[in-house]
């Protein structure tokens, strides 16, 4: 299915503010509902929703506000939620992005979903139509920042230049009856593309630059979210070639957004990805702390600093990262991933939302005030090739407005409103949906040890694929034990944490299972606290992952999935049984070749 609102008619051009799109949204999908609506300025993207005694409606919000009321109202009508007389909302998170990584050439790196919505062939080219069919469907989730090109700026970032601008300010207008502000991401050296011959942030003429910039950008786009910026980052360049300092660089840029009323949104995935695997000492984990926590309070107060939410790499299972916990001062978003990069490439289900809830409930409830995640979105029909992979945008939306969102619903009400299956067939789809991403799980890397994927392309298993390699992602398994103690009596990493969460984790006999081998370096004959040895642990994890896609294939497979979905998902499930196959048997041969464990139930262990 194209998406969760296929079923409303096309929205005709004209509707050009977030309160028309909402009346006509309105009339379309409930007809003979009466629906006033209130614009009233300071709710801003709140609103409230009030059913009257005759059954008619009154939404009262924001300018945008309206749009996420009557968007609220139709989702619960249509997917058949119960709707209570009075709905009353306002997002949690002040800017709900999208990240995308789409180049100008029109490729997207960690695309699965085909190539650029936004480019091709080094410029700008969209389908207008297309663009506000994406404007409402991530309106309805109310997601309200698009960053559309890629952090890692390959090519000169030509959308700061005139003639592209003209171009991104039409689509800028396309998406503003959506209440969603483009951003752009920047490269940290441009100034040096145009004459200036140092990209040092505390130098006058770079600052004066990147005003002028500014200024020109916000002429023609005035209510550009800002930009986004990748510095010193796997080989992106950045403040430290100046001896400077990540405050330096991102209040540099803040100056000159600030009279715009734009933001900078600072990534601190900064680390050396040009690592010695002989060094004992660096740690990856521990580098996002090292270069932003003593910086505490000392961005301006358009920077937002944004993490991602693990201190590795959106791998299967990670801790939260310290840095969202530690930074009180400072402006955070968290992170996420929807494309499939480490979890699938969108031919292995991987629903995320259960993932998620686990870094939700575990986010300090103040100093986080953005969320952005990495999109999953391409040209293909579907918008996210495998069209189950669709509930992961839906459900990141939803959260990035109520983070207490649970999960059950959320995919509940994105099922009924793509599939309108039967109940019963309802139900099946959502509890597989909710177990595929333990499913992954079980059949790839064990209990939170990562990285056990093929080099660069990151589908399928290559256990020691990274482990002489130069980017500080190791397991060091030998024949007796694996895994790096990030303890205080090994690399310190547990050290970033608060107290309580150093001493849920900091011993092997009480750490959670789960990310046992993040924590600790661990013997396979450890006795996990169900007696299990840790080998055995994960041999039988890895025979129930592949035993476990056998029977979410036959689920699906009996699924009455509409054309073309019904081919698609049958095609990659049959993919997917194909790679978790090939998971269990490289994994548990791995393992065994090492350890010389056999499995105690007697399964094939390929030798
Ligand atoms: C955009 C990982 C990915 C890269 C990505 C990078 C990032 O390293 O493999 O493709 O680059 O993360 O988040 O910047």
Redesign the pocket.
């Known amino acids: 299915m194209k998406a969760w609102l296929h079923a409303l008619p096309d929205l005709p051009d004209s509707l050009s503010t977030p309160s028309a799109v909402a009346a006509w949204e309105l009339s379309c999908a409930l007809p003979g509902t009466v629906v006033t609506l209130n614009t009233v300025p300071d709710m801003a993207e709140s609103y409230r929703a009030e059913r009257s005694a005759d059954g008619s409606w009154n939404i009262s919000g924001g300018k945008t506000g309206v749009l996420y009321g009557a968007y609220a109202l139709i989702l619960k009508s249509l997917s058949g939620e119960s709707v209570p007389d009075v709905i009353e909302s306002a997002p949690k998170y002040r800017l709900r992005m999208i990240n995308c ?1 789409d180049n100008a050439d029109g490729s997207v ?2 695309g699965y979903s085909g190539r650029s919505l936004f480019f091709e062939g080094g410029r700008l080219d969209y389908d207008p139509a297309r663009m506000r069919e994406l404007g409402r469907l991530l309106a309805s989730v109310g997601l309200n920042v698009l960053c559309i090109n ?3 700026v390959h090519f000169p970032c030509q959308l700061l230049l005139e003639d592209y601008l003209e171009q991104a300010a039409q689509l800028a207008d396309l998406f503003r009856p959506f209440g969603i502000r483009l951003m752009f991401s920047v490269d940290f050296s441009q100034p040096m593309r145009h004459g200036i011959p140092t990209a040092d942030p505390l130098d006058e003429s770079v600052r004066a630059w990147w005003k002028e910039t500014a200024d020109r950008v916000w002429q023609a786009i005035p209510d550009l979210a800002g930009f986004l910026v ?1 510095a010193d ?2 080989g992106r360049p950045g403040p430290f070639t100046y001896g400077r300092n990540h405050a330096d660089g991102a209040n540099m840029l803040a100056e000159a957004v600030r009279p715009h009323g734009g933001v900078i949104v600072w ?1 601190c ?1 900064v680390y050396n990805c040009r690592q010695d695997w002989r060094d004992l000492k660096t740690d990856r984990p521990k580098a996002a702390w090292e270069h932003y926590a003593f910086l505490d309070g000392a961005f301006a107060e358009n920077v937002i600093l944004q993490v ?1 939410h693990g201190p590795f ?2 791998q299967v299972r990670e801790p939260l990262s310290p840095l969202l916990l530690g930074m009180k001062h400072t402006n955070l978003a968290m ?1 996420l ?1 929807l494309a499939q ?1 480490y979890t699938g490439h969108q031919i292995d289900l991987y629903t995320m939302i259960p993932m998620w809830r686990e870094l939700y409930e575990e986010l300090p409830a103040d100093n986080i005030m953005s969320i952005a995640a ?1 999109s999953n979105l391409g040209r293909d029909e579907n918008y996210t090739g495998h069209p189950l992979a669709a509930v992961n945008l839906y459900t990141y939306g939803r959260l990035a407005w109520d983070p207490d969102t649970k999960a059950e619903g959320a995919v509940t009400a994105w099922a009924r409103l793509t599939y309108g299956f039967t109940p019963e067939d309802t139900e099946k789809l959502v509890t597989l949906l909710l177990s595929s991403r333990r499913i992954y799980e079980k059949y790839t890397a064990p209990l939170g040890i990562g990285w056990m994927i093929t080099p ?1 392309d ?1 589908y399928g298993p290559n256990p020691s694929g990274y482990e002489y390699d130069l980017w500080g992602t190791y397991h060091k398994a030998d024949r007796n034990a694996i895994g790096i103690d990030r303890t205080a009596g090994g690399t310190g990493y547990l050290d970033q944490y608060p107290p309580e969460i150093r001493r849920k984790y900091e011993n092997p006999a009480t750490c959670p299972d789960l990310l046992l081998l993040f924590y600790h370096r661990l013997p396979y004959s450890f006795r996990m606290k169900d007696g299990r040895t840790l080998v055995q642990r994960i041999y039988d994890d890895h025979f129930e992952g592949y035993e476990e896609t056998e029977r979410m294939a036959e689920m699906l497979k009996s699924l009455p999935f509409p054309s073309p979905d019904r081919e698609i998902i049958l095609q990659r499930i049959d993919m997917q049984l194909h790679n978790a196959r090939e998971w269990r048997d490289i994994i548990n041969t791995f393992f065994h070749r090492l350890s010389g464990a056999e499995d105690e139930k007697g399964r094939t262990i390929y030798l």
């Open positions: 990584w790196e960690r890629n952090v890692n990748k980052s796997e990534r995935f991602k790499d959106f992170e991933q990069e990495v660069h990151h």
